[in-house]
């Protein structure tokens, strides 16, 4: 390192001088950090305003139907199925329709199952429906390997007063020993459960049963055959135990 001295000058003078050199350079320094500091604050508002654009943009492109379990028949029927109690109100009072078919275990407790035109449905359609109410019952956690479903018309479902729960009329179509069996898909980018019945396959699939396995680590599993979050995978498997297969179709 080089140090220039001024020899007209006593030593006193060129330390006051190197002093205040020493000054502007610090002040250059501290503005530079604060402009520096400046800009990164400027780059994290553009990067969050980037972010709530992309989940503005990721809320517009999901579909009403979305909220619930759903899947499309092998005819392209929408099918519905609450997954709790309030769920299961708001698709009777806002989704059931006069053309739609009503679809529930045979078992107390369990997601109520809307088949949309149901009444203009083939009977396939109607038993991939019936298989989803299956699988979403309690007769999951029970550890049923089959149970018997119903559907009902519009006319023949009335409302409770306990919220999820209805009153039913009239003769019911039956579904007998219907096989509690799903499948995970992966359709449209979308991660999806679908019934077993279904004739929709996908490169991937994970083919599920009740079994011994617990759903903790059915979801840690499932969730990394398809690389994604373990929250995609919850959403979608039934309350119990399980017994899973793996297959590339």
Same mark, same amino acid.
């Given at each position: ?13 060129? #330390? ?18 604060? @402009? ?48 709790? @109690? ?18 529930? #275990? ?14 203009? #449905? ?6 991939? #429906? ?15 390997? $089959?149970?018997?479903?119903? $559907? ?98």
């Amino acid at each position: 390192m080089k140090i220039e001295i001024d020899i007209d000058l006593t030593a006193q003078q060129n #330390a006051q001088l190197y002093y205040e050199k020493a000054k502007k350079i610090r002040k250059k320094i501290e503005g530079g950090k604060k @402009a520096i500091e400046k800009i990164k604050k400027e780059i994290e508002e553009i990067e969050k305003e980037k972010k709530k654009e992309r989940k503005i943009k990721i809320i517009e492109e999901k579909k009403w139907y979305e909220r619930f379990r759903f899947f499309f028949t092998s005819n392209n029927f929408l099918a519905l199925c609450g997954k709790n @109690a309030e769920q299961n109100q708001i698709l009777f009072s806002k989704h059931f329709k006069e053309e739609d078919l009503f679809f529930h #275990a045979d078992i107390f407790g369990g997601g109520v199952v809307i088949l949309k035109n149901g009444k203009n #449905a083939k009977q396939e359609d109607k038993l991939e #429906a019936a298989q989803f109410a299956a699988c979403y019952s309690n007769a999951w956690e029970e550890g049923y390997s $089959s149970i018997d479903v119903y $559907s009902l018309q519009f006319s023949q479902v009335k409302p409770s007063t306990k919220k999820g729960e209805f009153l039913l009329l009239g003769e019911r179509e039956w579904y007998k020993n219907v096989e509690l069996c799903l499948r995970i898909i992966e359709a449209n980018k979308k991660i999806i459960s679908i019934p077993d019945k279904s004739k929709m396959r996908a490169k991937k699939e994970v083919r599920i049963k009740p079994g011994s396995l617990e759903r903790n680590k059915a979801i840690e599993e499932i969730a990394k055959f398809f690389n994604v979050e373990k929250e995609k995978i919850e959403v979608l498997l039934p309350n119990g135990k399980f017994e899973i297969k793996f297959s590339y179709v």
